[in-house]
């Protein structure tokens, strides 16, 4: 199993720019997360889905940032237009849908926003 | 929403040496903790998690203890190894049912010295 998959591994943007970050679950896997980590913040769920339905957005900072789930391998979170507080590790992460199970995450995006 | 808090923010012990690490959370609806770790530039990854109808779980050098009246939950490594340098993260499990929300603490650096 290659675990979560996330592309780019690095990004690196001006001010403006529209960004979009993807991610594939594992296959199987039912629930899908987006995490934004900063020093600042910390590490901050963003939204998850389960079977491709998003459950709770309330983590999405403002309207520059959307994210979709077109089907069961695929996500996306994009940023539009992107800012320099936007800069972080975004994850992905994923797990079976149920009460104890564990997630995995993805190795990251780490995105900086000149 | 679900308040967590880590103590201590930074832990430093010697190589041999037992590491406690404790967080509290506010959802007494909680019923799922896990503790996570994070090395420098990785991802996160579930190192231990316990359910609320236990009390204590180990895992050869690592345990978790939980106390739901006083809503906290705590790690213990004990023969610490250079290796166990990392971020520490508790993340308490909200609104029970299908969703598995985490929400996760501030984090503890632990710092191994030989």
């Known amino acids: 199993d290659a675990g979560v998959i996330q592309s780019p591994r690095h990004e690196v943007t001006e001010m403006g720019q529209e960004v979009t970050l993807r991610c594939k679950p594992i296959s199987g896997h039912n629930s899908l997360f987006w995490y934004r980590q900063t020093m600042m913040r910390g590490l901050e769920l963003l939204i998850y889905f389960n079977n491709n339905v998003p459950i709770d957005d309330s983590g999405m900072p403002e309207d520059r940032f959307s994210a979709k789930m077109p089907n069961a391998s695929f996500s996306t979170l994009k940023i539009q237009p992107s800012e320099p507080r936007d800069s972080a590790v975004y994850f992905c992460?994923?797990?079976?849908?149920?009460?104890?199970?564990?997630?995995?995450f993805g190795p990251g995006t780490r995105l900086t926003v000149l | 929403g679900e308040n967590v808090e880590q103590h201590p923010s930074t832990l430093s012990v010697q190589e041999g040496d037992s590491a406690v690490i404790k967080c509290t959370y506010s959802d007494s609806a909680s019923n799922y903790f896990p503790w996570y770790k994070q090395e420098l530039g990785k991802r996160p990854q579930l190192i231990i998690d316990i359910r609320s109808n236990v009390g204590e779980k180990k895992d050869q050098r690592i345990a978790v203890t939980l106390n739901k009246t006083a809503k906290h939950f705590s790690l213990h490594i004990t023969e610490t190894q250079p290796e166990d340098s990392a971020v520490y993260f508790c993340a308490p499990r909200t609104r029970p049912g299908t969703a598995s929300k985490l929400t996760f603490g501030t984090g503890t650096r632990l710092q191994v010295t030989l």
């Open positions: 992460a994923s797990s079976s849908l149920g009460q104890y199970n564990e997630q995995f």
